[in-house]
């Protein structure tokens, strides 16, 4: 049925942009893309969501952790977190073609109340992205989403009841607890979850785990701990990461120098962003800027997805 899939998202891009890049659908939270070519990678802040694929391959880097995903398969993110994306199949004859959805964590809630008694779903989360094979059931799921797509004025009575098909196969799948744990109150997830939205709105300020703690309601140890396993970094080195997107996202689109940026997202020394912006993205923050103004279009990945910008 991936075949099925892949012409459906096929038939809506090229009627609606024709060639390479996204299309954000009229159904909420669902975006379309295809690419024709290989892409560098962009570092970007990824939002809970399931992304497929049905064409090409994806690979993503979180921390010192490598996940790939190909045709036939979706990848179910469930914590707001840096990644480094990168499409590594496509070409003019076979493009990369995939989607994303947003999770409708409202949905989900009520789903898995309803689910509660499943053993699957208790115990601790995992780390926070999983790949999953699309099944006939999935997939015929998604196809009746993007089936919306051309008819718009069926959106609202439909989509809800679509969405909690995707949710109760995400629920009972290899992914569910992870999608379960998101939404429950005394789940790790959405605790850590508060930490994050705190680091992401105040990311210039200086924090200490003992304070991201206390906004998960956890003691520092066991936040750390489960920070740790759901994103596959600490604490601070998050922060480091949300900062250095956001310079990024300053100097490349709004033409901000490099020192106004590091100030901004909070660095006392300009050297030391330097140093670490380089390490990160590999260059100096004054040659992409300059890379940005001279090639506007190379920075346009930005914003796939979750954009890399922090606000």
Not at 156 to 171: D, G, V
């Amino acid at each position: 049925m991936n075949s099925e899939l892949n012409a459906a998202i096929t038939r809506i891009l090229d009627a609606h942009i024709g060639a390479d890049g996204f299309y954000a659908t009229p159904v909420p939270g669902l975006t379309l893309m295809r690419s024709s070519l290989t892409l560098p990678p962009q570092h970007m802040q990824y939002r809970p969501k399931i992304c497929f694929v049905t064409q090409g391959a994806k690979s993503l880097m979180v921390a010192d952790r490598t996940v790939k995903y190909g045709a036939g398969q979706s990848l179910v993110v469930t914590i707001e977190v840096p990644v480094v994306s990168q499409i590594v199949e496509a070409t003019p004859d076979e493009p990369f073609t995939g989607a994303t959805l947003e999770l409708d964590a409202e949905i989900i809630l009520d789903v898995v109340t309803r689910l509660d008694s499943m053993p699957h779903l208790h115990g601790p989360a995992g780390f926070g992205l999983v790949v999953n094979d699309l099944d006939a059931q999935m997939t015929g799921s998604l196809l009746r989403l993007l089936d919306l797509v051309r008819q718009p004025h069926a959106i609202e009575i439909l989509y809800p009841a679509i969405m909690r098909e995707i949710s109760y196969w995400l629920l009972i799948g290899p992914a569910g607890r992870n999608v379960a744990r998101m939404v429950l109150p005394e789940g790790q997830p959405l605790r850590i979850a508060a930490a994050i939205a705190y680091m992401r709105d105040n990311f210039e300020l200086p924090m200490s785990v003992a304070e991201l703690a206390g906004k998960a309601g956890m003691s520092p140890s066991t936040f750390h701990q489960h920070f740790k396993t759901l994103t596959s970094m600490s604490p601070l080195q998050y922060q480091k990461q949300l900062r250095l997107l956001e310079a990024r996202r300053m100097m490349v689109t709004e033409g901000v120098k490099a020192g106004v940026a590091a100030v901004t997202v909070g660095y006392e020394s300009v050297s030391q962003f330097s140093r670490e912006y380089a390490r990160m993205f590999g260059s100096p923050p004054r040659r992409e800027s300059q890379h940005a103004k001279a090639d506007p279009a190379r920075f346009a990945a930005l914003q796939e997805g979750g954009s890399s910008s922090i606000h």
